[in-house]
């Protein structure tokens, strides 16, 4: 296996076992059981610790997410800290192997691309690495990555991309065979990537060469699943010969992708992996599903179309594990881009905006399917704006941590989704059974979707009912009595603030959902029996005194009884001087407390 800088240095030999870390011999895959039990968190390796307030040392590089103690300035978790605390099952590292558009050579100054430029598929990225000159370095540096994250309990997916090759005429593929490994059309390359060139999977060497590479990366590296960038270009035939060869070594290594109908020159008979034909392929190959995202958050490429989030507007069914990744806006930035046209400032926290995200997470963790969000989702990431950041600065893309402090009552909203994602079994059915009987008790309502599930054999929950309120404007009121087998009561798990395995409050009868938010109720029988949380929170509100917009909210959390006394954080303290508090004492109760601080824009240094 010969690794080089991007440049003309000469190959040479590797020997991989000499480059493993310690233990990776003993390396073992956290356990897992069924795909749908997957939720995915997506990130880039520069993205997550080039800003200095990931408090993260070796910045954009594989050893970045080995670190664990880092906390930005307020002192809350970042990096693999923070992934951890979220509870998510799998990371996926975008493109990860050896990409052409950033010099490994100059890999200190500020080169950024996602990765979707492949050039040698089989080996790390060396500007990722600590030394890209020496290739035993960038092979240890993400084994031990992977290492990390398996010791921690976390899975490791990769982006991949074999659809096409960033060169042509200087592409491997091209000196061995001249046009064998390429699709074209007459004289012409096909180009359905959009890349200048389409790859031809469907050749037996080809396929070969896929095959043989992803069970390198499973083997070699004990990666734990695939995401295949443009999926759709590839065959259904080479899709399922992949599958089979990744069974031989770990059945529950994932395998899913885009699966978009692209126009490509394959050979007559090609069947191949699109939405339509997905049952061509192995029930275990899974897809986007770009409509059902757009549902949710409005049309990719119009800035301004407005989907359920923020406007109520149900197209079809809601039911989707996915509203954002790397490509396009980030949902924070595609919500202030269609309902604040003419905001400048994307960062600025709006608390209609807020109230979305919080509904947003509802609707994906309540979900069938694996469950898949953007890193830094959970706090309202943005990008300001750019809607294709592929080359952007990594001043843009970097995660700002110090967002987790503005945010930080979403980042609890999320954790609360994911731990009751986790404990109804039914959310994650790996059958089609949950999906096909679910239970739409009360639809008619402009802008709401409200479904009961019932829980699968020896479940923690009987029944939960999801109300998901998409009106903007208005609060809307659901009879809980026409959910099927109806029982009396019902414990609240979710609300617009708070969501978890707390009691919130018990109901019954006819519920009142405000704009913008989620419901998810639990029969009382069941909630009682498997929920013994003794956790209490506080949710602390900053309005400011002129406008009297909410410009934060923070969550305190403490054991049910305990004494609590609130004090502003610092990150609120930095701009802006209190003038007023209520509510600042207490006892944690398993209801949520409140407590408020009037505050007024500071102009001086904190």
């Not at 739409?440 to 599930?453: P, S």
Request: include cysteine; hydrophobic fraction near 30%; proline fraction near 3%.
């Amino acid at each position: 296996n010969g690794i080089a800088p991007d440049t003309d240095t000469p190959f040479h030999q590797l020997d991989l076992q000499a480059a493993d870390p310690d233990g990776f011999d003993a390396d073992v895959r956290p356990a897992f059981n069924n795909a749908t039990d997957a939720v995915i968190y997506e990130i880039h390796i520069r993205d997550l610790s080039s800003d200095a307030s990931s408090g993260i040392r070796n910045t954009g590089k594989f050893l970045g997410l080995t670190e664990r103690g880092t906390k930005n300035r307020e002192g809350l978790a970042t990096g693999l800290d923070h992934i951890l605390d979220l509870g998510v099952t799998h990371v996926q590292i975008l493109p990860s192997f050896d990409y052409a558009t950033v010099d490994e050579t100059k890999h200190d100054t500020a080169q950024f691309n996602w990765g979707y430029d492949p050039k040698n598929y089989n080996v790390p990225e060396g500007s990722y690495s600590t030394d890209p000159y020496h290739g035993e370095v960038r092979v240890n540096e993400m084994k031990q990555m992977i290492k990390t994250l398996h010791e921690n309990g976390i899975r490791v997916n990769m982006d991949v991309v074999y659809n096409h090759t960033y060169h042509l005429a200087d592409s491997w593929f091209q000196k061995t065979v001249p046009d064998y490994y390429y699709r074209k059309n007459g004289d012409h390359y096909s180009d359905g990537s959009g890349c200048g060139n389409d790859t031809a999977s469907e050749h037996k060497m080809f396929r070969k060469f896929m095959i043989d590479s992803i069970t390198y990366w499973a083997s070699e590296y004990h990666i734990d699943g695939f995401r295949f960038d443009l999926m759709g270009l590839h065959d259904c035939d080479t899709m399922n010969q992949i599958r089979y060869a990744l069974d031989e070594i770990n059945p529950q290594i994932l395998m899913y992708g885009e699966a978009w109908d692209l126009k490509t020159a394959c050979d007559d008979g090609t069947v191949l992996a699109t939405q339509a034909n997905m049952d061509k392929l192995d029930s275990r190959i899974g897809a986007f599903d770009d409509t059902v995202r757009d549902a949710i958050k409005g049309k990719t490429f119009d800035a301004t179309d407005k989907g359920f989030l923020a406007s109520g507007k149900k197209t079809g069914n809601i039911k989707i594990g996915l509203s954002g990744c790397h490509d396009n806006y980030t949902l924070y930035d595609k919500l202030v881009s269609s309902l604040y046209p003419d905001e400048k400032d994307f960062r600025k926290r709006h608390a209609n905006l807020v109230e979305m995200t919080k509904l947003n997470a509802a609707t994906i963790f309540s979900a069938q399917g694996m469950t898949f969000f953007l890193a830094g989702e959970e706090f309202c990431r943005s990008k300001d704006g750019d809607e294709n950041s592929f080359k952007s600065p990594a001043t843009l893309n970097m995660i700002d941590w110090e967002s987790v402090n503005n945010y930080s009552d979403v980042v609890e909203y999320y954790k609360g989704m994911i731990q009751i994602h986790k404990k109804f079994n039914a959310f994650r059915d790996p059958t089609t059974t949950t999906a096909k009987n679910l239970d739409f008790f009360e639809n008619d309502t402009k802008g709401l979707v409200a479904f009961a599930v019932d829980g699968l054999e020896n479940d923690n929950f009987k029944k939960v009912a999801v109300l998901l309120n998409g009106n903007p404007d208005k609060s809307v009121k659901v009879d809980l009595s026409k959910i099927k087998n109806y029982s009396d009561d019902f414990v609240i798990i979710a609300n617009d603030e708070t969501a978890g395995l707390r009691n919130l409050g018990t109901v019954s009868g006819t519920v009142e959902v405000p704009q913008s938010s989620a419901m998810i109720l639990v029969d009382k029988d069941s909630f009682d029996k498997n929920c013994h949380s003794t956790e209490g929170a506080v949710v602390v509100d900053y309005i400011d005194n002129k406008t009297g917009e909410k410009v934060s909210t923070e969550i305190v959390k403490g054991q049910v009884g305990d004494s609590y006394s609130v004090t502003p954080s610092d990150s609120v303290r930095r701009k802006y001087k209190i003038v007023n508090k209520e509510s600042t004492t207490g006892k944690f109760t398993s209801e949520n407390k409140h407590c408020k601080f009037t505050v007024e824009a500071y102009t001086g240094e904190y």
